[in-house]
């Protein structure tokens, strides 16, 4: 059986389902591919809106960081659609080395799985795991371990695992626990410790305390982490002593070697979009991400 479709995305996670929910929007016929692998990142993400926390000011991301601040609340009125919150809030409190406080109400967060939930609602979704994407006739052809597609557009939106389709993306790995019965605190930023960035804030989940950097593709959970997450919360929340963990989660962050996320035509493959590399920051970048390859998409089908 030959299966097509106009575009087929790969990748179900916070930038292919936002890239899918968007094209869709728009009227295209789409599919998602997702191989549903355990340290996608989107499971283990903040989802907190932050780019003065992440001091991207001065850095070539900023501008496409406050374009993705401005554009989330029109995007998830539009997720919202779907029955299902995204949560997102608005105003950050950041916690000073000195003892300061700052609030920041033109930042935000949100909870990047109800985000992801929210965005695969009306779009066909495919458990797969594509193993090999090439030109064919002219189009695409994707293969997976569940069959052959075909389409007139892929768009490449695998996170970490995007580097086995030729581009140049990696995986950083994030650890976070969920606490339950942690009192609530909105959403605050700590000043960083060992070099890693200390968050916490209160999810529908339960409390979230983040996160951890490390080389690696490991996905399992380690006690070393656990111990400096339980020692940030302790740091950024008082009276978190007795919260239980709900979850210990880990995720692997895409990245790049400079930095710079991926969007834009395959460096070798025509007929093929990569939606990749972004890194910490692809919560507050994906809406940026989605208009762009939308764009893309629609100036191919008019060339
Ligand atoms: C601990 C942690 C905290 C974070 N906090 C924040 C934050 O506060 N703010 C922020 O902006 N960002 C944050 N991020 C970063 C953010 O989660 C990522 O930038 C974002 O999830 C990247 O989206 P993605 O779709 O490219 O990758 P992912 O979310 O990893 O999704 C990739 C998807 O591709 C699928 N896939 C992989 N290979 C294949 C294949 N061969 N075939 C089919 N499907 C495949 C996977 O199953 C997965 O669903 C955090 C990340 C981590 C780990």
């Known amino acids: 059986m030959i299966r097509v479709r106009e575009v087929i995305v790969v990748g179900g996670g916070l930038i292919g389902a936002l890239v899918a929910f968007t094209l869709r929007g728009a009227g295209a016929d789409v599919l998602v591919l997702d191989a549903d692998r355990p340290g996608a990142a989107w499971r283990a993400a903040a989802g907190l809106l932050t ?77 797969a795991q594509v193993q090999a994407i090439g030109p064919s006739g002219g189009g695409v052809r994707v293969r997976t371990d569940a069959g052959d597609w075909y389409a007139g557009q892929v768009v490449l939106a695998a996170g970490a695992w995007s580097g086995a389709f030729g581009v140049p993306v990696g995986a950083r790995q994030g650890q976070a626990l969920l606490l339950r019965g942690a009192p609530g605190v909105g959403a605050w930023y700590g000043p960083p410790a060992q070099g890693f960035s200390r968050y916490a804030l ?102």
């Open 51 to 127: 780019p003065d926390g992440e001091r991207l000011r001065g850095t070539p991301l900023h501008a496409d960081a406050l374009e993705g601040l401005r554009r989330w609340p029109a995007l998830a009125a539009r997720l919202e659609r779907s029955g299902l919150p995204v949560h997102l809030r608005p105003g950050v409190t950041r916690l000073q080395a000195g003892g300061g406080v700052v609030c920041t109400p033109g930042e935000g967060s949100l909870h990047p799985p109800s985000v992801v939930r929210a965005a695969r609602q009306g779009l066909e979704v495919v458990a």
């Open 202 to 303: 209160s999810r529908p989940d339960g409390l979230y305390v983040g996160a951890t950097s490390r080389d690696t593709w490991a996905v399992t959970p380690d006690l070393h982490a656990a111990r400096w997450l339980r020692g940030a919360a302790r740091t950024l929340v008082p009276g978190v002593d007795g919260a239980e963990v709900a979850a210990h989660l880990v995720g692997l962050r895409p990245v790049t070697p400079d930095g710079m996320p991926r969007v834009g035509p395959h460096p070798t493959v025509p007929g093929v979009l990569v939606a990749a590399g972004h890194g910490r920051h692809g919560s507050l970048l994906a809406p940026v991400t989605a208009a762009r390859v939308q764009a893309l998409v629609e100036q191919s089908v008019s060339a």
